[in-house]
């Protein structure tokens, strides 16, 4: 349980809030590349950490991030021209290039000299893993930019859901880092069965090889964040083996959530402020995995028929989720279609507010990771905001320990630790071992 002190402090992101100024620190997803895939297409809003932002690919491919807002009467970018490497302003015409210098200013006399002057606010950008990034910190703490972890190589076969969820970063985060709960608010989605690992063939339910619902958590953190596993009794060999499934936190944003046999998921919670989370359900395969329509479909998650054109939800609290009562009769555990939505509805009904009051809850032994990630995100932000390092390395760090999460049945003693992780970290656990 959380003070409200410190309930405020792991929520709140806006302005000099210091879990907000912390994530500045970081290359932050923005949008998906689709969004901004067309030479002078439609320019793109964008809400993070509480500020309002357009993002354009100029007519030479470079992409942009501005202040939504012009200089000079403040109208908002969106609407603009997005043409000739610049992004123009409706009202007055004023224009601006992706680093955000003003290029022309056609309601100006020719002999001013305000264009040398005007500059609208802008940041640094960069692609890979089929989003954009965006940098919103001080230029002399920006990390070098390094393609996350999910895209191993260019070949890498790449899946992105994007929907907006009515709550607060931390509260989506903690879904994604609760295993307990998928064996009953996700079982018609993810059965019981029996085998090696979790089975996906498509658009069907995953079969997961146990009925144990109370999983046994241990939590490892590291220098970007924390692993934990879940251990279950698996529905084979139980008194011989156990079934792990290793779920990584990278902070402040990233979930790498247990593989299946068809591909790997990553689950992003970018906070757009206070109280509004965009959320990006991604996954990745080397081999067939599963197509960008199919796997929004299976998600629920389709512009036109599951959100709309800003990725806001058809299902929502106001409608219950279109939770489907007679579905529930037949066997649906939640009656919400897609686990996405069946998470968004929990994230979302934490109490009346966006934020959820903390200082209420009763935690069991299934929520050590959610107690840990919080307990570690609170002391963060406090050492931040007195003058520590950011939690978290960046992305070239992670790709170079090759971490990852992970899932088997293994035999009883096995120290999860080791497992999921590249040489170079073994040899770290070693030195760790041999020093104590």
């Known amino acids: 349980m959380l003070t409200a002190e410190e309930n405020e402090i792991l929520c709140r992101v806006e302005g000099e809030a210091a879990m907000g100024q912390m994530m500045r620190r970081h290359w932050i997803p923005a949008c998906m590349s689709e969004e901004v895939e067309a030479p002078d297409g439609a320019p ?21 991030a501005l202040d939504e807002y012009c200089a000079h009467r403040r109208v908002s970018l969106v609407l603009g021209r997005n043409e000739d490497c610049g992004l123009r302003c409706l009202y007055h015409g004023w224009k601006y290039d992706v680093d955000g210098n003003a290029v022309d200013l056609p309601t100006e006399p020719a002999s001013s000299r305000l264009i040398e002057l005007v500059r609208q606010k802008s940041y640094p950008v960069r692609e890979g893993g089929g989003l954009v990034w965006i940098y919103m910190g001080p230029a002399s703490a920006m990390p070098e930019f390094a393609p996350p972890v999910w895209e191993a190589n260019p070949g890498t076969k790449i899946s992105v859901v994007k929907m907006h969820v009515a709550a607060n970063w931390a509260q989506v985060l903690e879904g994604s880092i609760d295993s307990a709960h998928s064996s009953l608010l996700h079982s018609t989605n993810i059965r019981p069965g029996v085998g090696g690992r979790t089975t996906q063939n498509g658009s069907g339910a995953m079969v997961r090889p146990t009925v144990d619902k109370a999983p046994r958590l241990q939590v490892q953190r590291t220098e970007y964040g924390m692993r934990y596993v879940a251990i279950r009794r698996p529905a084979e060999n139980a008194e011989t083996h156990d079934y792990m499934r290793i779920t990584v936190y990278i902070a402040p944003f990233t979930a790498l959530i247990p593989p299946n046999t068809l591909y790997s998921p990553t689950q992003l919670m970018v906070p757009m402020d206070d109280e509004n989370t965009m959320f990006y359900f991604i996954i990745s395969s080397e081999g067939e995995g599963m197509d960008t329509e199919a796997w929004r479909k299976y998600c629920g998650a389709r512009v036109g028929v599951d959100l709309d054109s800003n990725f806001r939800k058809t299902r929502t609290r106001a409608n219950n989720f279109l939770q489907d009562r007679q579905a529930m009769r037949l066997g649906d555990y939640s009656g919400i279609y897609g686990i996405p939505n ?34 570690m995100m609170v002391d963060a932000a406090r050492a931040f905001a007195e003058g520590a390092p950011p939690l978290g390395t960046a992305m070239g760090r992670l790709r170079e320990a090759k971490v990852q999460s992970y899932e088997a049945i293994v035999p009883k003693g096995t120290d999860w630790r080791r497992l999921g992780i590249g040489e170079a970290e073994l040899a770290l656990l070693d030195d760790d071992a041999t020093a104590a």
């Open 44 to 64: 793109v809003r964008v809400r993070l950490l509480g500020e309002d932002l357009v993002f354009f690919r100029d007519t030479k491919g470079r992409l942009g």
């Open 342 to 375: 069946q998470d968004m509805a929990m994230s979302e009904t934490m109490g009346r507010s966006p934020i959820a009051d903390r200082t209420r809850e009763t935690l069991g032994a299934s929520d050590i990771a959610i107690a840990q990630f919080r307990r």
